[in-house]
């Protein structure tokens, strides 16, 4: 089953006319954002597209992307109750029909605004989420970007055969349309400030930087010429040289994206995910993992690396071990050296932040580099506020979605306040 929907109007209606109108609907239940499943199926059979698809934008700004990416066998498809004895509802098809329709479509008058203004750094989710409910508010936006376009990791990370990118392209027509100024090509951090924001007029700013930085392993060979970061890798597959060996060292969803891209990109590869836990503890969805496999992606379990050479990979092999509590823990084996051949090597062990985009005084952060919060999304100076992968660590973009969402309550309840005007 792939994420991306081809099925026609009349097949979906099918599909919906299936559902069994739960009094307790699982699915509904098991969606981070709580969209309404029922009601929007209820509606898609009633022929109320539109209406639907403003249901589901006005609860997530981003259903159409969420349709596309969510992990839909965690979430609604995989609690839909017809799963246990038939086949599950598969509603994010449904959605993204609808979804995918309402951006293409969609149209507004811009919001009267409130006079007051706010910056968004950062146009990822986060970023996109909250200047779209501010200004729908009323809010004058300034979304702030430090690419050429919009979309964080949806433009930059998740490869167009997952999630093609006129989905993300509809957001820059929506921002567009809702009054948002985006401004791109413009770090934060650098020459400009928090500071320089709240010095020409800004009320709030509002930080949505992502988990840019990737983690090292911090071993030998990592500046070499063949190897590279995921993420960056991800940002311009074709300007690599991949070679007829490719080593993706981790096994993450980011992994599986840098192998299954890796493949596209010179199709006579032989792509090789090191796993340095069992096949059962991989961490990339399954679903993800099932389509690297049959794309022809090789898969070595229980291998630790030890360093990067011209040549590859030199690896200790990994035993898991049962210990007295019955807890399994894992040890490498040092004398067992053994070379996986590379003529490039993908680095996807996770991410981290950049530093923090502030002025004077410095955002407060975990030890990771996170940016800590009060239970307002406030950072610790004043008026600035923080959502999404920089404050959560990398998690989905429904949860960037749902965090923002809250955050967006706090930050309008702060400007009005403070600044005594009321929004539309
Ligand atoms: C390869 C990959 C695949 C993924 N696949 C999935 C998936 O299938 N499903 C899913 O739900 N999640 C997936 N995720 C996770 C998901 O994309 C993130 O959780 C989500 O994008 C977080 O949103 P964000 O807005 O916090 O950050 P980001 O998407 O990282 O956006 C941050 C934005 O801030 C900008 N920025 C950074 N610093 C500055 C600065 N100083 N000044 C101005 N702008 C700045 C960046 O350029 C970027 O555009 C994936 C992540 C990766 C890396």
């Not at 929506?174 to 770090?187: A, D, E, F, N």
């Amino acid at each position: 089953m792939s994420n991306l929907s081809t099925e026609n109007r009349s097949t979906l209606l099918e599909e919906a006319g299936r559902c069994l109108k739960c009094k307790v609907p699982r699915c509904k239940k098991a969606c981070p954002i709580s969209t309404d499943i029922p009601e929007i199926m209820k509606l898609f059979l009633e022929d109320k597209d539109a209406e639907a698809g403003e249901v589901l934008f006005e609860n997530n700004p981003l259903s159409a992307i969420c349709s596309i990416v969510c992990p839909h066998e965690n979430n609604c498809f995989g609690n839909c109750v017809l799963g246990a004895k038939q086949k599950a509802i598969p509603f994010f098809k449904i959605e993204q029909y609808i979804s995918g329709k309402y951006i293409s479509e969609f149209d507004c008058s811009k919001p009267e605004k409130n006079g007051i203004r706010v910056a968004v750094v950062g146009a990822g989710p986060a970023g996109i989420t909250m200047s779209i409910i501010l200004a729908k508010k009323g809010f004058q936006v300034t979304l702030m970007e430090a690419q050429d376009q919009i979309g964080g990791v949806l433009r930059y990370g998740i490869p167009a055969f997952r999630l093609p990118k006129d989905k993300v392209d509809a957001y820059r027509d929506i921002l567009r349309k809702l009054g948002v100024t985006v401004k791109p090509s413009c770090y934060i951090g650098s020459n400009l400030s928090v500071d320089d924001m709240f010095m020409d007029g800004y009320s709030a700013v509002f930080l949505a930087v992502g988990t840019a930085k990737p983690n090292r392993l911090g071993l030998l060979g990592e500046t070499l010429g063949h190897v590279h970061f995921a993420i960056d890798f991800l940002k311009a597959p074709n300007v690599h040289d991949l070679g007829d060996k490719v080593v993706v060292i981790g096994a993450g969803n980011v992994a599986m994206d840098a192998a299954r891209t890796a493949i596209r990109v010179n199709s006579n590869a032989q792509v090789t995910v090191i796993n340095n836990r069992r096949e059962q503890d991989i961490t990339a969805a399954n679903e993800e993992v099932v389509m690297a496999v049959e794309e022809g992606v090789k898969f070595q379990h229980l291998l630790s690396v030890l360093r990067i050479t011209d040549e590859g990979v030199i690896c200790a092999e990994v035993e898991a071990i049962e210990n007295e509590n019955g807890e399994v823990v894992f040890e490498e084996n040092m004398l067992s050296n053994r070379l996986i051949e590379a003529d490039t090597v993908i680095l996807a062990i996770g991410q981290g932040p950049k530093s923090a985009p502030s002025g004077e005084a410095q955002i407060e952060t975990t030890l990771r580099g996170l940016f800590v919060v009060d239970e307002n999304g406030m950072t610790n100076i004043p008026g600035v506020f923080a959502a999404g992968d920089v404050v959560s660590g990398p998690k989905t973009v429904v949860e960037a979605v749902v965090y923002t969402k809250k955050v967006a309550e706090n930050l309008e309840r702060y400007c009005l306040e403070k600044y005594g005007k009321v929004a539309e």
